[in-house]
Nanobody
Framework: VQLQASGGGLVQAGGSLRLSCATS????????MGWFRQAPGKEREFVAA????????SYADFVKGRFTVFRDNTKETVYLQMTSLKPEDTAVYYC?????????????????WGQGTQVTVSS
């Protein structure tokens, strides 16, 4: 199983980025796909997740209204569209896959992880 995250970079505050996470080796339709982030010196935290059908979506409060998570099941890829970025959004962003249909926000629930992509927001 592989999860390959990409799309990170350096952006000014107020800017936008779209992260992608391409998967292989798993039955994509059987997994909830999530995004987490980890800033230096902090614990990994939940950002957003989406169920296979897209009818179940959850966001952390600090990204509601700014980030959108969605998936393309034909491409077996999940995305995180980030807008109105703030310096405090600076972190390594990870995609993760959890077998099942219920969205969990705890990182320990997720079975597979990507390698992370760095997002840096300058003020």
């Amino acid at each position: 199983v592989q999860l390959q995250a990409s799309g990170g970079g350096l952006v000014q505050a107020g800017g936008s980025l779209r992260l992608s996470c391409a998967t292989s080796g798993l039955t994509f339709s059987s997994y909830v796909m999530g995004w987490f982030r980890q800033a230096p010196g902090k614990e990994r935290e939940f950002v957003a997740a989406v169920t296979w059908g897209g009818d179940g979506i959850s966001y952390a409060d600090f990204v509601k209204g700014r980030f959108t998570v969605f998936r393309d099941n034909t491409k077996e890829t999940v995305y995180l569209q980030m807008t109105s970025l703030k310096p405090e959004d600076t972190a390594v962003y990870y995609c993760a896959a959890d077998y099942g249909v219920v969205i969990y926000t705890a990182a320990r629930k997720y079975n597979y992880w990507g390698q992370g992509t760095q997002v840096t927001v300058s003020s």
